[in-house]
């Protein structure tokens, strides 16, 4: 039992939020395992929701307080969620389970059970089209042909089950016919009832232990369902491995998402002593493992920001080659031909090696070199993304930063490393968080060592920071992981370049990581990638330009 209910667990997480066809809202992730609600459950003061599965676990297993706000919390005291959430959670609309086997359906959630029992790309299980090539086919292979036996044996215990549940009338007593008709001779000969008793006591344990029987049955099917459910999966990325191979292009890792496979790179510099930085934009798609231009910006941008907002690309802020901007231009992706105009909203100042992240439709601008006088910020903005745009200063930071990081994890924003001065020998290697709920500040355990122009990403509750430039202005290949827990640090394979000003994004667990610059090659164009638990880093064809200090996101799927 311990078994299906670990299994049952595994299915019943929360939804994949890139499989939705619009930007999920923050507040629809579960606070646990950060994807979309499945079940919602709302702690007592009703601020922070989990999965259904995701929060029994934690409360079993954990502690009994909301991993949210600490407050004391049991299975009894969960709140179920308000009817306004189920609807909205309802009317999201999702990809097929089978997208990635080119079911193009596009449901509502509430419709997506029913769809994908029926839908048509569901995989049939051809054991001759998986002919092992090598040790995982070969496992793959085993695994569906012990499935199959156990699946069809399980069908035709469910077939007999069936024929002996229904009614009295239904039963199979073939066994006991022989004990009845004794039973009725003896009857009939007044000798007595107790053999027809027996017989019927012994027809009852029977039909008893039939029922325990298919119980156990069920349990074991749902686990075997379960199990076909992974297998299924699995054979799905060998079918899209076979294809792409047929096609003459080998997909980088089964893990990025095919529907979600571009990057979009953005300006920076290109050369030592350049009087101008780029405004030019590429399109690298990672499977194709090549690069394409886009439209280029209206203005050169270095040291810029980027974001994705609705489904849009926003660029904000950098250095034009003049004078830094608060001008931010927007790449419509649904808007044809393709063109970067200017977004009516503003920076309150000119900015430039910042960081910004959107929250609840917000723009929040942190740290960088401000105004004419480019001295470092120590400001928080906030940005209305909406008209009329209101622009306003929200927030101090315990101390300047420019060159910096900021992630948001569970609604706090994590702000990393950087210089006070602009100066690399005044990097940091602190690291604080602010709520932006309760607006204040508090600090974390701090990095292993001064940082900054690093690049970082975020992977569930885990920050991961790479390359950048340490105190005496070395670059660094060197990659961790910062649990925002704890703020224990685990180092993760270095990268094969060092890099400082790289641009980085995350595909579910696959990094790759664009440009930079070192102090033996200068600028790259180079691109490598990293799966999150494999053993080391790969190189990828390069860009088409060289690029420091660039911004780069994954293109938004329309």
């Known amino acids: 039992m311990e078994i299906v209910e670990k299994e049952k667990c595994e299915m019943e997480r929360g939804y994949d939020p890139s499989r939705f066809i619009f930007q999920v809202k923050r507040d629809l992730l579960c606070c646990i395992c950060h994807r979309v609600l499945k079940e919602p459950r709302l702690c007592e003061a009703e601020e922070h929701c989990f999965c259904l599965s995701c929060i029994t676990q934690y409360l079993v297993k954990v502690s009994q307080t909301c991993p949210g706000c600490r407050a004391p919390l049991t299975l009894e005291t969960l709140k179920l969620s308000q009817r306004f959430l189920k609807k909205v959670l309802s009317e999201l609309r999702i990809r097929c389970d089978y997208n990635d086997r080119g079911c193009p359906e596009q449901v509502k959630l509430r419709n997506l059970e029913d769809h994908v029992t029926d839908c048509k790309y569901r995989p049939t299980l051809d054991a001759e089209q998986y002919n092992s090539q090598d040790e995982t086919r070969g496992e793959v292979t085993e695994l569906k042909r012990r499935h199959d036996d156990i699946y069809d044996q399980v069908k035709k215990m469910k077939t007999n089950v069936k024929e ?218 906030e940005i209305a993304l909406t008209p009329p745009y209101t622009a306003k200063l929200l927030t101090r930071m315990p101390e300047p930063r420019t060159f910096h990081k900021a992630e948001l994890v569970n609604g706090k924003l994590f702000i990393l490393g950087g210089t006070t001065t602009g100066l690399i020998k005044d990097a940091l290697d602190s690291v604080v968080f602010y709520d932006l709920i309760k607006n204040e500040f508090k600090p974390c355990p701090s990095l292993p060592q001064p940082v900054c122009d690093m690049s970082t990403v975020t992977w569930g509750d885990k920050i991961i920071v790479l390359g950048g430039w340490d105190k005496n202005s070395h670059a660094l290949n060197d990659v961790i992981m910062y649990d925002t827990e704890t703020g224990q640090i685990e180092p993760l394979p270095s990268m094969i370049y060092k890099r400082s000003g790289s641009s980085v994004v995350i595909m579910n667990d696959v990094i790759v990581v664009f440009g930079g610059c070192n102090n033996e090659q200068g600028y790259l164009n180079s691109v490598e990638f990293f799966t999150i638990g494999g053993d080391g880093w790969k190189e990828l064809p390069g860009m088409i330009e060289r690029r420091w200090r660039a911004t780069a996101v994954v293109k938004p799927h329309i």
């Open 164 to 381: 002996l549940t229904p009614s009295q009338a239904e039963l199979n007593i073939q066994p006991y016919i022989q004990p009845l008709q004794m039973a009725r001779k003896q009857d009939q000969m007044k000798v007595g009832q107790d053999e027809t008793k027996k017989a019927l006591d012994e027809m009852k344990q029977t039909q008893s232990g039939i029922n325990e029987k298919v119980v156990k049955m069920e349990v074991s099917f749902e686990v075997i369902k379960q199990q076909m459910e992974r297998l299924e999966g699995l054979l799905g990325h060998l079918f899209q491995e076979n294809i792409v191979n047929r096609n003459g292009a080998q997909a980088t890792d089964p893990r990025i998402p095919t529907n979600n496979q571009d990057v979009i790179i953005l300006g920076g510099w290109y050369a030592f002593r350049s009087t101008s930085p780029l405004n030019t934009v590429e399109k690298y798609n990672i499977v194709e493992k090549r690069s394409t231009m886009l439209p280029p910006l209206n203005h050169p941008r270095a040291g810029s920001a980027s974001c994705v907002y609705n489904n849009d690309i926003l660029v904000v802020g950098g250095y034009d080659g003049k004078d830094l901007t608060g001008t931010i231009e927007v790449l419509k992706m649904n808007q044809h031909p393709l063109r970067w105009t200017m977004f009516d909203g503003k920076l309150p100042v000119k900015l430039s090696a910042h960081d910004v992240i959107v929250y609840q439709g917000k723009l929040y601008i942190i740290g960088g070199d401000e105004g004419d006088e480019r001295k470092t910020s120590n400001a928080i903005y």
